[in-house]
């Protein structure tokens, strides 16, 4: 049981580049969740799904776009990549309701 | 807005000793969950401990324990003996879609 997983751990983008993180669970949970961790600050949610072909913003959408087709994969989508977007990426999966969620090991990108 | 304030950037203890993390947060729902996670250097988001705002008993996971007071809308973290494997960032945070504070980085000194 892997939990959830996440690809690349670490990437360098140029500005203006597109690329997609990879966010993969194998505990059948329907909810997924996109999280972006700034350096010294608190996780700030980007976009939520709770079951497959369902997705939502939070707090922080803009410059990111989601899929759901499956139960198991939630990527994230960085379309024109900007300095602003460097941080570190979480995936989170739960079930539903106010349940832990579980998280990914992240994903450190780096805009330049 | 819902909000999560955690009002101790940094704190420190000694090994074997008690330390307690403050959290407050703001909702006008009745029902909800909070949590605390633990994020250790390798920077994985650890879940320490879930208390249920339904639920009058503070919850206790071993070590850790919470004291929660819903009308002051308070939800501490206590750590009991600490060991130096409990240095790390701690978050609170609140609500299923999880809405977090600014952590507090917690040193253990031997």
């Known amino acids: 049981n892997a939990g959830v997983t996440q690809t690349p751990k670490f990437r360098i983008l140029k500005i203006g580049q597109s690329m997609t993180l990879q966010c993969t669970q194998d505990m059948n949970h329907n909810y997924m969740y996109w999280y972006r961790q700034d350096p010294g600050m608190g996780l700030k949610l980007i976009y939520y799904s709770v079951g497959a072909g369902i997705t939502d913003k939070g707090e922080v959408p803009n410059g990111y776009n989601v899929s759901r087709s499956t139960t198991e994969d939630f990527p994230l989508r960085l379309e024109l990549a900007a300095p602003s977007q460097t941080s570190v990426y979480f995936c989170a999966s739960s079930y539903p309701g106010q349940g832990p969620q579980y998280f990914g090991p992240g994903t450190r990108l780096t805009v330049l | 807005a819902q909000t999560v304030t955690q009002s101790q950037p940094e704190m420190s203890v000694q090994e074997a000793e008690t330390v307690t993390l403050s959290c407050t947060y703001d909702t006008s729902e009745s029902d909800y969950y909070l949590f605390w996670y633990k994020q250790p250097p390798s920077r994985q988001m650890i879940l320490v401990i879930r208390q249920e705002a339904y639920k009058q008993q503070n919850a206790t996971e071993n070590r850790f324990s919470v004291n929660f007071q819903k009308a002051a809308k308070s939800f501490s973290l206590k750590i009991s003996d600490s060991q130096l494997g409990d240095a790390a960032m701690y978050f609170c945070?609140?609500?299923?879609?999880?809405?977090f504070g600014e952590g507090t980085q917690l040193t253990v000194n031997p």
């Open positions: 945070g609140w609500g299923s879609r999880l809405t």
